[in-house]
């Protein structure tokens, strides 16, 4: 299966040791790790009983592992794209895969219910990205999309816009999974659906989720309630001290100049300080502690929490303007 839409991490790394924003990274500071047990309980009698799972947990394991390639036999690659990255971590956090090592995952020989699952904001997330990056959901144009034919080559939407959500096309095989996560009801976008699809955020939509209120009113609690833990972690990841600028040029080619070693830590302040959105803030909840973070998914491109790093630097970093962008 063709992946549609890569990013600027969507090439294979040349080393296998885990790079910056790679998967063996996110599962890294994530904690997670299948458990090889199910969750157990005991009814009255004192025997004791497998729990249930949620309702989205078998459709979401069955669509993950249906439209992630497996370009060889119990191999399922991820090649580095970042949709597929985060399909890779959230069958690894459901217990149902293994890391192989190399670029992808493998079938778990035990798997098994997770004591902690993953937020189910985050798997609708994944589900929503990997769905559009193999071309299972393909968004559609708000002006005259159900009025007019489709361009030759676009199949029509079938879903219709409603809460904020545009028009798309949803394949068969994905509608079960996305009912069973709430998105879709009776052919049409869900309440629920509309703040998932601005982590995703399709420029078919033109929208701008970032003049909403709910995104502004969540920007305000951010600044307002920094835990301390989280101002070390944005004042180390932010500040560019003139020691870094010089152990940077050290390490670096000789032709390389001091304006280079700052275009190049002002990336990685900008990736850090991401990192710490897409790990440590949630549009519902603001702020988690380091306990709720260990049920995050590592979104690398989740746009609602990018735009939040730049709003909420913009006034809480105004003497790093830089990381803004």
Request: with cysteine; net charge neutral; hydrophobic share 40%.
């Amino acid at each position: 299966m063709m992946a549609r839409r890569t990013t600027s991490t969507g090439q294979r790394a040349a080393s296998k040791k885990p790079n910056a924003g790679s998967l063996g990274e996110m599962l890294d500071e994530s904690g997670f790790e299948p458990l090889g047990r199910r969750i157990q309980v005991s009814d009255r009698s004192g025997r004791t009983q497998l729990a249930s799972p949620p309702k989205w947990f078998d459709p979401a394991v069955e669509f993950l592992w249906a439209a992630l390639p497996d370009l060889a036999a119990n191999h399922w690659d991820h090649l580095y794209i970042d949709a597929l990255q985060s399909a890779c971590q959230a069958l690894v956090a459901l217990g149902q895969a293994v890391l192989d090592g190399g670029g992808g995952i493998t079938l778990n020989p035990e798997p098994a219910l997770p004591s902690i699952l993953p937020r189910t904001d985050d798997i609708a997330t994944v589900i929503v990205c990997l769905a559009a990056q193999v071309s299972l959901l393909e968004y559609r144009q708000f002006t005259g999309a159900r009025d007019r034919p489709s361009p030759i080559g676009l199949r029509r939407p079938n879903i219709r816009p409603d809460h904020g959500c545009g028009p798309a096309y949803l394949a068969p095989e994905a509608f079960r999974v996305f009912e069973s996560l709430d998105l879709v009801l009776n052919a049409r976008w869900t309440e629920r659906a509309e703040t998932i699809f601005w982590r995703d955020n399709p420029s078919e939509w033109g929208g701008d989720f970032t003049r909403d209120r709910r995104f502004i009113r969540a920007r305000d609690a951010a600044l307002a309630t920094v835990p301390d833990d989280i101002a070390e972690k944005i004042e180390q990841t932010a500040i560019i001290t003139e020691g870094r600028i010089i152990e940077w040029l050290e390490i670096a080619p000789k032709n390389k100049t001091r304006e280079d070693a700052l275009k190049s830590l002002r990336l990685w302040s900008r990736i850090g300080l991401d990192r710490i959105f897409h790990r440590r803030w949630r549009l519902d909840c603001g702020w988690l502690s380091v306990e709720e973070s260990y049920r995050t998914l590592l979104i690398e491109s989740d746009a609602l929490s990018i735009n939040m790093r730049r709003h909420f630097a913009a006034r809480y970093l105004p003497h790093a303007p830089f990381l803004n962008e």
